[in-house]
C-alpha cells in the first residue's frame, strides 16, 4: 500500500510566524505535490517536484516555498504565515510521468493562523 | 483553459437510494485522463477509478459505477443502495497530458442518512 504522510494533523500558528509542513511517502515516488483546499474552491496546486532539488510553480504559490533534499521527502514552507493561509493543505505523490499517474494522498494537515 | 464542474455542492440522501454525483470538464486536449477520489471525514483523499479520454467504457465496481461521455464532456458517478459509510467530500479531477496537473473540481459532499 502506498503511504504518505504528513507531520502534523493540526497546527496553529501566530502571524508572521515560519511554518513548515512536512510530507514523506515510501513509495519511491519521483513526484510530489502540495495542495491547499479550501471551501468551495477545490483543491489547488501550490508546488510541485518531479525530482530531488527540483520544483516547479502551481497554480497558486505567492506566499509559499518548498524544499526536496530527499526523495521521499517534501515540505512545504509559509516564510510569514498570515491569517489567509489559514486551511487544509494536502500532500501528494506519484510515479513519473504525465498525468495518468494516478497521485496518492496523505491524511492532511489543518493549519490555523491567528 | 480547463476546468472541472462540479455542480452539485451537496446532496442529501436517505440509506439504499441510489445517488448520482455530476463532473463536467473542458478541455482542449486529445488524451486527457478523469479522476474521482472519495474524501471521508478523515481528510485523507481516497483514489477511486482513473479513466483515459480514449477509454469510454462504463465501469462498474461493486455499488459503484461511472459514466464517461466525451460527447456531453461528462464522468458521472452513481453509488447504488447508498450506505452511511459513503457520507464523504467527493472530488472529480482532470489530469492534463500537456501539463501532468491535476485540476480538481470544487468537491460535492454527499450525506447519507440512515
Known amino acids: 500500500d502506498v503511504k504518505v504522510t504528513q507531520s502534523s494533523r493540526y497546527l496553529v500558528k501566530r502571524t508572521g510566524e515560519k511554518v513548515f509542513l512536512e510530507c514523506v511517502q515510501d513509495m519511491d515516488h519521483e513526484n510530489m505535490f502540495w495542495y491547499r483546499q479550501d471551501p468551495g474552491l477545490g483543491l489547488r496546486l501550490i508546488y510541485f517536484?518531479?525530482?530531488?532539488?527540483?520544483?516547479e510553480k502551481g497554480d497558486i504559490p505567492e506566499g509559499y516555498s518548498v524544499s526536496r533534499e530527499k526523495k521521499e521527502r517534501f515540505s512545504l514552507i509559509l516564510e510569514s504565515a498570515s491569517t489567509n493561509q489559514t486551511s487544509m493543505y494536502l500532500c501528494?505523490?506519484?510515479?513519473?510521468?504525465?498525468?495518468?499517474?494516478?497521485?496518492?494522498f496523505g491524511p492532511g494537515t489543518r493549519l490555523l493562523v491567528l | 483553459a480547463q476546468k472541472v464542474t462540479q455542480a452539485q455542492t451537496e446532496i442529501s440522501v436517505v440509506e439504499k437510494e441510489d445517488v448520482t454525483l455530476d463532473c463536467v470538464y473542458e478541455t482542449r486536449d486529445t488524451t486527457y485522463y478523469l479522476f474521482w477520489y472519495k474524501q471521508p471525514p478523515s481528510g485523507e483523499l481516497v483514489f477511486l477509478i482513473r479513466?483515459?479520454?480514449?477509454?469510454?467504457q462504463n465501469e462498474i465496481s461493486g455499488r459503484y459505477s461511472w459514466n464517461f461521455q466525451k460527447s456531453t464532456s461528462s464522468f458521472n458517478f452513481t453509488i447504488t443502495a447508498s450506505q452511511v459509510v459513503d457520507s464523504a467530500v467527493y472530488f472529480c479531477a482532470l489530469g492534463s497530458s500537456n501539463t501532468g496537473k491535476l485540476i480538481f473540481g470544487q468537491g460535492t459532499t454527499l450525506q447519507v442518512k440512515p
Open positions: 517536484s518531479y525530482d530531488v532539488k527540483m520544483k
Open positions: 479513466r483515459n479520454s480514449f477509454d469510454e
Open positions: 501528494a505523490s506519484s510515479f513519473p510521468g504525465t498525468a495518468q499517474e494516478t497521485q496518492y
